[in-house]
T-cell receptor, first 113, second 114 residues
Framework: GQNIDQPTEMTATEGAIVQINCTYQ??????LFWYQQHAGEAPTFLSY????GLEEKGRFSSFLSRSKGYSYLLLKELQMKDSASYLC??????????????FGTGTLLAVQP | KAGVTQTPRYLIKTRGQQVTLSCSPI?????VSWYQQTPGQGLQFLFE???????NKGNFPGRFSGRQFSNSRSEMNVSTLELGDSALYLC?????????????FGEGSRLTVL
């Protein structure tokens, strides 16, 4: 079966750092994505990891460990606008030429003043 | 550059009816995939098209179908609607199928089945 787990909700303070974890158990692996979704809006792409290690993009970083089936999204210098749902998604196919992604149910992050 | 356009944005149907949703991808994008989003299940993959060919299909009943046209626009159809089909249906377009290419999502079509 395909399983992606992430915390349902998290709360953090403006200006702080928050780490959102994602663990996955899938039949195959060919990349992990993080998306941000504000209420009532479309998901927007944040990051992509296919090799182990850290990918940094401004205030956002994403880490992947394929041997542990684990990823995290790190958000620094939190702003109120970062309050949103964060979705972890895995391309669980050995053949890379597909956009079929398995999504977790998302982590709802609330940033407080 | 125009984004992914989905129509209609909102619709209400009754059980047993059928519905057709439309998706216009970003100009130049040939890959279109469809997802169903519900509060309990999150985003679930429905199907994926590339150059008018269905490349992948999710675990949904045969009542769910789709197609892609030569201009890359895509439609999905749900027949014999059930209450459980109430959801946000999201279309995503991408330049390529696979790789590290991001998916660009539309705003979705929110379907309510009464």
């Amino acid at each position: 079966g395909q399983n992606i787990d992430q915390p349902t909700e998290m709360t953090a303070t403006e200006g702080a750092i928050v780490q959102i974890n994602c663990t996955y158990q899938t039949s195959g692996f060919n990349g992990l994505f993080w998306y941000q979704q504000h209420a009532g809006e479309a998901p927007t792409f944040l990051s992509y990891n296919v090799l182990d290690g850290l990918e940094e993009k401004g205030r956002f970083s994403s880490f992947l460990s394929r041997s542990k089936g684990y990823s995290y999204l790190l958000l620094k210098e939190l702003q109120m606008k970062d309050s949103a749902s964060y979705l972890c998604a895995v391309r669980a196919e050995y053949r890379g030429a597909t956009n079929k992604l398995i999504f977790g149910t998302g982590t709802l992050l609330a940033v407080q003043p | 550059k125009a984004g992914v356009t989905q129509t209609p944005r909102y619709l209400i149907k009754t059980r047993g009816q059928q519905v057709t949703l439309s998706c216009s991808p970003i100009s130049g994008h040939r890959s279109v995939s469809w997802y169903q989003q519900t509060p309990g299940q999150g985003l679930q993959f429905l199907f994926e098209y590339f150059s008018e060919t269905q490349r992948n299909k999710g675990n949904f009943p045969g009542r769910f179908s789709g197609r892609q046209f030569s201009n890359s626009r895509s439609e999905m159809n749900v027949s014999t609607l059930e209450l459980g089909d109430s959801a946000l249906y999201l279309c995503a377009s991408s330049l390529h199928a696979g790789g590290g290419g991001e998916l660009f999502f539309g705003e979705g079509s929110r379907l309510t089945v009464l």
